[in-house]
């Protein structure tokens, strides 16, 4: 793992905020160069630098427009990792990855379907704004092993539970993970009433799980 520091970080970040994705790319292709983990690029400066910049715009320090920049040119990095995220050994698990309908911050969601295919799984994501009727449709299709919710903005979390309750009620053994930055807000009380659902807190988290087998239990 590579130690990076702040002043990349903040090289990154300015980057980032000035929509000079050529130099966003130079930094990220030279931690590639230096062997730093996905895990590390990926919470160290794809998120910190998304959280940060959404804090800037939360606070109307930059526009909609940067901050919409600032995202389009993280998942047009988070390609560079592809060869890698999809060269893994299959281990015969699926997942599906979406966000709720009306949820349009989906970077977060993207991450956790990388992590699922770093560690070995099938995904399926979905991205943003997954209508329930049509994500009810795709898990009777594909049948996966898992399903994880992005949750980003606090206001939807009972879309959030609606989406939940309508799942079990049709895939009641369906293991379901939820996470997001909306989680960073407020804390929710979803496991006391729903076993099948696990929070996760963060990525770092999610990979450890997987690793350690630790998902089913």
Request: glycine share 4%.
């Amino acid at each position: 793992m590579v130690i990076t520091g702040e002043i990349i970080y903040e090289d990154y970040k300015n980057a980032l905020l000035e929509g000079d994705k050529l130099k966003c790319k130079s930094i990220i292709d030279r931690l590639i160069a230096q062997e730093a983990d996905i895990l590390t690029v990926y919470q160290d400066f794809f998120q910190r630098s998304l959280y940060d910049i959404g804090e800037m715009w939360e606070k109307n320090e930059i526009s909609v427009a940067s901050e919409h920049l600032a995202t389009s040119i993280t998942g047009n990095l988070m390609t560079l990792f592809y060869p890698v995220i999809f060269s893994a050994e299959k281990k015969g698990y699926k997942a599906i990855i979406t966000c709720l309908a009306h949820e349009y911050h989906q970077i977060g969601a993207k991450m956790v379907a990388d992590i699922f295919e770093i560690e070995g799984w099938d995904t399926y994501f979905l991205g943003a704004n997954t209508p329930a009727k049509e994500l009810l449709r795709f898990i009777s299709e594909n049948e996966p092993d898992v399903l994880a919710i992005s949750l980003a903005i606090y206001s939807n979390y009972p879309r959030l539970m609606e989406l939940i309750k309508l799942v079990q009620e049709h895939y009641p053994d369906l293991l379901i993970m939820v996470g997001g930055q909306a989680f960073k807000r407020a804390t929710f009380d979803i496991l006391a009433d729903y076993p099948k659902v696990k929070y996760i807190s963060s990525i770092e988290q999610l990979q450890k799980i997987l690793n350690e087998k630790k998902l089913f239990s």
